[in-house]
Nanobody
Framework: QVQLVESGGGLVQPGGSLRLSCAAS????????MGWYRQAPGKQREFVAV?????STNYADSVKGRFTISRDKNTVSLQMNSLKPEDTAVYYC????????WGQGTQVTVSS
């Protein structure tokens, strides 16, 4: 079993920054990819970023150059800069083992 606890969401003005964190506990290892997805109202959940073994990273085109994913042991973080209103969504942490584990989600709202 894996438990994921997210933190760091909130309200920010366009152009601002936020940092999300996700602490994982349970049976995960450094080779298990950890990542972030998001779901905006009325839309499907979409991929944001992932960090895999060897700290290789991959980003959605919509966030490249603005978001940075990092990992320290079993904690994955997402530094979000130059936020746009279209980044507004519930952000979910994900760990992939033989199955996918998900956090409870944290709301990010970008609005003036």
């Amino acid at each position: 079993q894996v438990q994921l606890v997210e933190s760091g969401g909130g309200l920010v003005q366009p152009g601002g920054s936020l940092r999300l964190s996700c602490a994982a506990s349970g049976n995960i290892f450094s080779f298990n990819p950890m990542g972030w997805y998001r779901q905006a109202p009325g839309k499907q959940r979409e991929f944001v970023a992932v960090i895999a073994s060897g700290d290789s990273t991959n980003y959605a085109d919509s966030v490249k150059g603005r978001f940075t994913i990092s990992r320290d042991k079993n904690t994955v973080s997402l530094q979000m800069n130059s936020l746009k209103p279209e980044d507004t969504a519930v952000y979910y942490c994900n760990v992939r083992t033989t199955i996918d584990y998900w956090g409870q989600g944290t709301q990010v709202t970008v609005s003036s």
